[in-house]
Structures are given as structure tokens and as C-alpha cells.
């Protein structure tokens, strides 16, 4: 028997379909298939496994979750992970010598911007593992987020073709595609289907992401007329639809195409839920909400509601009073942030310019919320906080509220201020629709996938019931006294810096050392989140080191990792900035060895991937009561790293769960913000604080160059002066800066006691337990989507 025939027979089914897949796809073995080929053979042996419970969980109650966000990832390692075949990948490519990490050649899934879509893409992983039926519907993006590269410095965009490596994990579903109409023009969206493969691979659910075609492929009629343009002018107008993603985040654009996106998505799973119902129950729609759960993300896919109330009333035939309590029923929203900006309001013009069909039923929506209020006695003026049009806006959020049973903020501090502030008329009026969901992160991805040695740790001490209950890690705490565990600790914690230090070196280029202290903020670039005053604290340092003012400091490894919504100048500059900052500490041989900047380029999940196991130090600095939850804090966290933070968002529990002794706390609290807003003059302290001034003087005293773009004097006029519709330093940087800089510095000194810092750490870790998605999806099940 020859080695072949003995290694083939040794080999599982997958690792032999795999080879299979080659010969007859590609005609070549293992060791001479490129990256995509290789992506495609193991993708389409893994789908075979997948498919074996792939939609098991018909029966029952479904949960629909609706985002215009899923931010999956490089979906094959997630995917390998769930169904146990990752060491089986492994070993085949390494007996063939091809290198393990061949796969990440291939480009993240980037279908969406941040923090929204990657719980989406944590949420269904964590229903899958836990065996509840909930599918997610989407967008397929022809063009997901933007590819991030940086020339001098400034931010450069260039199109996401993440398609060019194929798509082997979808099923193109042609049979079940539905019409969408708009005004003067329908398509059809056409259905792909994702396999959302739980832990263990026993729960298979789907992620069905539309896409938009022309109801006639090619108007060949206009061809023969050489009207070759116009031929090709309603393919193209109807491929527009799905075509990218916007970019924005947390800032509404107010787009024509946006609003044809979140109608297309909504209207084409609903007529999909609908038809399915129809065919099951037949045309008694009050049990809908029985059968099904919508969960809305954000107010993105909002005009469902009124588009459930069109298709009952209009093509069912039921009653406004028929409907929209089951509608109500039906639906839930989730508010994912208190940024005004980032509240959708449409133009009732655009509105009916785009789905006058729908107009009409938002109208509906609107008299029949006016009854409700005139019964609670809220009458004239009272009304106009809770008025879905005002006459020239749609509120969509307002409608959200209305049209749903149950609304929800995603961490404490947040669902507080939406009862007291931002949905505060609506509180109320209806208390008992208001809940809290603190979000949460799968573990498979954000440790047993990204930290594969700290798992093993893990598990060689408590097992590994951890993996789908994490509450389990609590137990890692008898041995926070055990030098060897805490040693080991560490030393996992140092491979994983080596690991992204040689990382950073082969895609950036740049030299990083291990010994340095790693502290990292990698989160979307937005005023609110302060990275300037990260990068004013930064500079500070480096004057200090140069002046002797700071002695003993660690040397530190200061990461960024963000991308700039392309429209979003302030930000840009505040990118730009930072990559000064850096080549002047790069430049500066007084500082070698002691502090390096570097900012990541085109950072996204795969990039998180590495950087979260490396980290010791996770960023987490917006000002109190803007940051809604967070969920790279959360990361960080299970990874083994303090929050350097503020009392925001999810940071609250964080160290409610670890110990505020086990973090670094610093600025103002919420309370003190609200106080202090009307009266908060910026430029007092700036005056009376020279080395804050110092730094802030660097945008405009010629230390940096921003190229003519006037980009550094506009962060200095806001800072000083207040710009667009802000007032000064509307995120009381300069409030904070002292109290940052001390809780920092005071962090880098501890860091040099690494029993003292890492202990730290790992108690951290062992503390992460609340933060798993699958506390997170159980709570929303159990008080939101089960039929109770
Ligand atoms: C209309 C443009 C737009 C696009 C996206 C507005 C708002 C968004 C998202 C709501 C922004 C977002 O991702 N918010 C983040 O959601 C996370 C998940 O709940 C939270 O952890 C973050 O705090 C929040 O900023």
C-alpha cells in the first residue's frame, strides 16, 4: 500500500473532498493551487458539512433580524472554527507544505461600517450556537466598505472588490426572488444565501442578503434600435440599488439611493416572510406575530413598518385596526446611538418621490398615533415631539417607537439617556416598551478563533464549556495568585505581540517591538470618540520625554486603527494629524526606543483579529454619554487587556464586572457634562494649561503640515472658537486632558510591575463572561422575541 493510498485513507471527508474539489474544479493537487483556489476547494468541502442541518429550524417561531450592516469578516475562518474543521484545514495544507495562513489572502466580507453590523454578524453566531431560529436579511453590496491606504499621510479610499475572490459561501437563490416597486422603476431582488453555521454546526440558520436586477436583463429591442446606452441604462439603473455600501457612520447622508437601499431590503423580505406564512397558514394573518419576530437594527430598515401595514391592508385586504397590532407585535427597534446627526429624518418630498406608495400608509401611521395622543390628553404643541412628519421630515425613529412592542438601548448608560433625553416624550408615554441590551461579542470569533494559545490556556484550566458558556471563565479567577498561571499569562500575551509585530512588519512595512507596551484604539474615527486628544496626550508625552518632565516611562507602541467616513473632513484631519505626529516621533532619535505611533492601514475585522490578542492597553476615551456601548472594549477586555477609559457607554459595566481597580477610569461623568455644558469655556483652560496649549498650538504654530488642505486651523477653530453647528470643544477634550494624562502615565508606571499589570489583565479576562453576544441574544429571545 503506498504512502498515498495509506495518507488518503487516513484522511476525513472533508480534507478528501477538498482534494476532489481541486482535481475537478482546478485539475491541480494542493501544493500547486493558489490562494483562491484553495479558498474555494476548502469553502465548498466545508458547505457540504454545512449543509446537513442547513435550515433545520424551520418549526417554530422565527426571529428576522433586519440590518443593512453584516460585517462578517473573512467568513471561511469563522465558519471552519463552528464546524470543527480548522485543525483538519491546517494539518491538509501543512502535508502539503502550503503555509496555514494562505487563506488570509483573501479579503474580509467588509459589509459594514463598525460597531452595527459587527454585532449583526456576532448576533447570528450566537443564535446559531445556541440553537434559536433567527435569520438575518441584508444587502449583498456589490462594493463593501471602502479600502483604506494612505498617501503623505492622508486618507485614501479605493473600492472593496471583494467579490474578485468569488463568493463560495453563498447560494444564489433565482426561484424566490420577489418584485420591488419604486416610483417609476422595479427590480427584482434576487436572494443569496448564507449558511450561519453554530458552534458545534448542529443549528444551521441563513443570512439572506438581496440583490437588485433589472426585471429584463437586457433590452435587446433597443439594441437592434442602436440605443445601446438605453439598452444597457435600466440593467444599470437597477444594479445602482445594491451596488455599495454607504460609507457613513453615524452621520446621516439623506440620499436618494440610501433610502431605495433600506426599502429594496425591507420590502423584499417582507413580501419573502409573507409568502411564506401565506403558504403555511394560508390568508389569516393574526398569528404573524407568533410565527415571526422582527428585530429592526437602528432605524435603517424603519420603513418596514409602514410596508407591512401597505402589503395587509392593500394586498390582504385587512383593516388599519386589523393590522397594526399585529404589526406592533411584531416588530422591535434597537437604537444604536444618541448622535442627532445620526437620527435619519427623511425629506417627505424624496419620501414620496421615491415609495409614494408607502407615503400614504406613513400618513395612516401618523393619524392614528394623533388619536392615541389626543386619548392620553396630549394635545397641540405637546404633540410635536412625537410627530413621525412634521410636515417637511420623516422621523423615522419616532416611527420606530410607534410601530413597535419593544425598544432598546444597547448598554445601561445608554438605554438611561434615551429615556430621559433622546426618546424621553416617548418613555412617557409608553414605559413599559423600554428595555436595556447590553451588547456583547461571540467568543468563537474574539478568542477561541483570534487567540488560539489563550484558549488552550483556558481551557487546560477550567475545560472548555467556555466556548458556548462563558460565564464559566469567572472560574479563571482561583488562579489570579498562581505566579506560573500568571507567567504563562504573559508570555501568551508577548507571543501574540511577536505575532503582530511580524504582521505590521510584512503589511505596513514598519519595524514594532514586543518589549514595547502595546496601547490601542481601533474603532471608527469620529470626534466623539477623541482620538485627537489621544493624539494630544501623545505629543505631550513626547515633549515630556524630551524635557525630562517624564521620567521612567515604558516605552510604548501607541496603534490607530480607523477609517474616516470619506465625506467626513474634520476626521480626515484628524487622521492626517496623527501620521505628523508619527513621523516627527519616528524622526526624533531623543525618543527612539521610547514611544512609536503608527496607524494602521485599512483596519477592519481581519486586522482586529490580530490586534486584539496583542493588546494591553484598550483605548476607550469618548466623552461620557456619546459613546453608545462599545464593543472593541469588549474585546479587548476577553483578550486580556485594561480598559484606558471613560465612564461611557459599556465601560461602566466593564469595570463594575473586573474591578475599577483593574482598569484605568478617568474624566468627567455624564452628570458633570450636562452641568458644566452651558457654561464650559475651552479656552479658559487652554490658557491655564501650557502644556495642553502646547499641544493644541501644534495644529496651527507650523510644528505639523497639513498640506494647505486647511484641515489642522479647522480642529483648532473648533476646538477655540466652535465650528459648524457646534459649540467649542463640543467633546470637552481639553476638559479631560489632565485627568487622561495622569490615569495614562499613572498606567505606563504600574506596567513596569508585571505581576501587578498583568494580574490586572487576567482579571480582566476571567471577568469578560457578561460580555459574551450569547447573554446578549438569550436576554433579547426571553424578553423581547419569545412568544410569552
Ligand atoms: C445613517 C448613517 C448611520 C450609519 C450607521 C448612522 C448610524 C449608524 C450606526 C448606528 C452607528 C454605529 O455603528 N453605532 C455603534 O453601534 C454599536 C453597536 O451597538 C455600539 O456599540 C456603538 O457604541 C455605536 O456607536
Not at 474578485?164 to 444564489?172: E, I, K, M
Not at 394573518?285 to 395587509?312: C, G, K, M
Not at 471563565?473 to 482561583?478: A, I, N, Q, S
Not at 499641544?695 to 488642505?709: E, I, K, P, R, Y
Request: hydrophobic share 35%.
Amino acid at each position: 500500500m503506498t504512502s498515498e493510498t495509506e495518507k488518503r485513507n487516513k484522511m476525513s471527508q472533508f480534507q478528501k473532498d477538498v482534494i476532489s474539489f481541486l482535481r475537478l474544479q482546478y485539475g491541480k493537487a494542493l501544493a500547486e493551487a493558489d490562494a483562491t483556489e484553495i479558498y474555494h476547494s476548502v469553502s465548498a468541502a466545508a458547505m457540504c458539512q454545512a449543509r446537513k442541518n442547513w435550515g433545520r429550524l424551520e418549526e417554530g417561531k422565527k426571529v428576522c433580524y433586519f440590518s443593512a450592516e453584516f460585517l462578517v469578516g473573512r467568513l471561511v475562518s469563522g465558519n471552519l472554527v463552528n464546524l470543527g474543521l480548522a485543525d483538519q484545514t491546517e494539518e491538509l495544507l501543512r502535508e502539503n507544505g502550503v503555509d496555514a495562513s494562505v487563506l488570509e489572502e483573501i479579503e474580509d466580507d467588509a459589509l459594514g461600517n463598525g460597531g452595527l453590523g459587527r454585532l449583526a454578524a456576532c448576533f447570528l453566531d450566537s443564535a446559531a450556537t445556541h440553537g434559536i431560529a433567527m435569520n438575518g436579511y441584508g444587502i449583498r453590496y456589490r462594493y463593501g466598505l471602502f479600502r483604506q491606504s494612505f498617501e503623505n499621510g492622508f486618507q485614501k479610499e479605493t473600492a472593496d472588490r471583494w467579490l474578485r475572490f468569488g463568493d463560495p459561501w453563498s447560494v444564489r437563490r433565482e426561484d424566490e426572488r420577489v418584485r420591488v416597486d419604486f416610483k417609476g422603476q422595479s427590480v427584482w431582488a434576487v436572494p443569496y444565501d448564507y449558511p450561519v453555521i453554530g458552534y458545534g454546526g448542529r443549528t444551521v440558520n441563513t443570512m439572506r442578503l438581496w440583490q437588485a436586477e433589472p426585471m429584463e436583463e437586457f433590452r435587446f429591442d433597443l439594441f437592434n434600435e442602436q440605443k445601446y446606452d438605453k439598452a444597457y441604462e435600466e440593467r444599470n439603473r437597477a444594479e445602482a440599488i445594491s451596488a455599495v455600501l454607504y460609507p457613513n457612520d453615524d452621520t446621516d447622508a439623506g440620499k436618494r439611493l440610501r433610502l431605495k437601499q433600506q426599502y429594496f431590503f425591507s420590502s423584499a423580505s417582507l413580501r419573502d416572510l409573507v409568502k411564506k406564512y401565506e403558504g403555511k397558514y394560508g390568508g389569516d394573518f393574526s398569528h404573524f406575530s407568533e410565527e415571526y419576530a422582527i428585530q429592526l437594527n437602528d432605524t435603517h430598515p424603519v420603513v418596514s413598518i409602514p410596508e407591512l401595514l401597505r402589503i395587509f391592508m392593500e394586498e390582504k385586504g385587512m383593516s388599519f385596526r386589523q393590522a397594526f397590532p399585529i404589526i406592533r407585535q411584531t416588530f422591535a427597534y434597537t437604537n444604536h446611538t444618541v448622535m442627532a446627526e445620526a437620527l435619519e429624518k427623511w425629506s417627505v418630498k424624496l419620501f414620496r418621490s421615491v415609495i409614494p406608495q408607502v407615503y400614504r400608509y406613513v400618513m395612516m401611521l401618523q393619524r392614528s398615533l394623533l388619536k392615541a395622543l389626543e386619548q392620553k390628553g396630549i394635545t397641540g404643541q405637546a404633540q410635536a415631539p412625537y410627530l413621525i412628519m412634521d410636515g417637511s421630515l420623516v422621523h423615522m425613529a419616532r416611527m420606530a417607537v410607534y410601530g413597535s412592542h419593544a425598544v432598546n438601548g444597547v448598554a445601561q448608560i445608554h438605554t438611561e439617556i434615551l429615556k430621559k433625553s433622546v426618546l424621553k416624550e416617548w418613555y412617557q408615554l409608553t414605559p413599559e416598551k423600554f428595555q436595556n441590551k447590553t451588547n456583547g461579542i461571540t467568543q468563537r470569533k474574539w478568542l477561541l478563533q483570534c487567540n488560539p494559545a489563550l484558549s488552550r490556556f483556558i481551557t487546560e484550566r477550567i475545560g472548555s464549556g467556555w466556548i458556548t458558556h462563558l460565564d464559566q471563565l469567572k472560574k479563571m479567577e482561583r488562579f489570579q495568585n498562581d505566579p506560573e498561571t500568571l507567567r504563562r499569562f504573559g508570555e501568551i500575551k508577548r507571543r501574540n505581540k511577536q505575532v503582530l509585530a511580524d504582521y505590521i512588519e510584512k503589511v505596513e512595512g514598519v519595524t514594532v517591538s514586543p518589549d514595547f507596551l502595546f496601547d490601542v484604539q481601533a474603532k471608527r474615527l469620529h470626534e466623539y470618540k477623541r482620538q485627537l486628544l489621544n493624539a494630544f496626550s501623545i505629543l505631550d508625552i513626547y515633549y515630556g520625554l524630551k524635557e525630562g518632565r517624564i521620567a521612567g516611562f515604558t516605552p510604548t507602541l501607541f496603534l490607530f486603527g480607523a477609517k474616516a467616513a470619506p465625506g467626513y473632513f474634520r476626521a480626515k484631519g484628524i487622521i492626517k494629524y496623527i501620521s505628523e505626529i508619527a513621523k516627527l516621533i519616528d524622526g526624533d532619535p531623543a525618543v527612539r526606543g521610547r514611544m512609536q505611533v503608527l496607524f494602521l492601514t485599512n483596519y477592519g475585522v481581519s486586522y482586529a483579529e490580530k490586534l486584539m490578542p496583542a493588546a494591553e492597553i484598550s483605548e476607550q476615551i469618548s466623552t461620557a454619554g456619546t459613546e453608545a456601548s462599545g464593543t472593541s472594549n469588549m474585546k479587548f477586555m476577553l483578550n486580556g487587556a485594561v480598559t484606558l477609559g471613560t465612564y461611557d457607554g459599556a465601560n461602566i459595566e466593564i469595570v463594575e464586572q473586573a474591578g475599577e481597580d483593574n482598569n484605568y477610569i478617568f474624566g468627567a461623568r455624564i452628570e458633570e457634562i450636562e452641568k458644566i455644558r452651558e457654561s464650559y469655556d475651552p479656552v479658559k483652560l487652554y490658557q491655564s494649561n501650557p502644556r495642553l496649549r502646547r499641544a493644541v498650538d501644534s495644529l496651527v504654530d507650523g510644528t505639523f503640515s497639513d498640506g494647505g488642505t486647511g484641515m489642522f486651523r479647522e480642529l483648532y477653530d473648533a476646538l477655540l472658537k466652535g465650528a459648524s453647528w457646534h459649540q467649542p470643544d463640543h467633546y470637552f477634550l481639553l476638559k479631560d486632558f489632565d485627568s487622561y494624562q495622569e490615569t495614562r502615565l499613572r498606567a505606563n508606571r504600574e506596567y513596569q510591575n508585571p505581576e501587578l499589570f498583568y494580574r490586572k489583565c487576567y482579571l480582566n479576562m476571567a471577568n469578560a463572561g457578561k460580555f459574551s453576544s450569547d447573554r446578549t441574544i438569550r436576554q433579547y429571545y426571553e424578553e423581547i422575541w419569545s412568544n410569552r
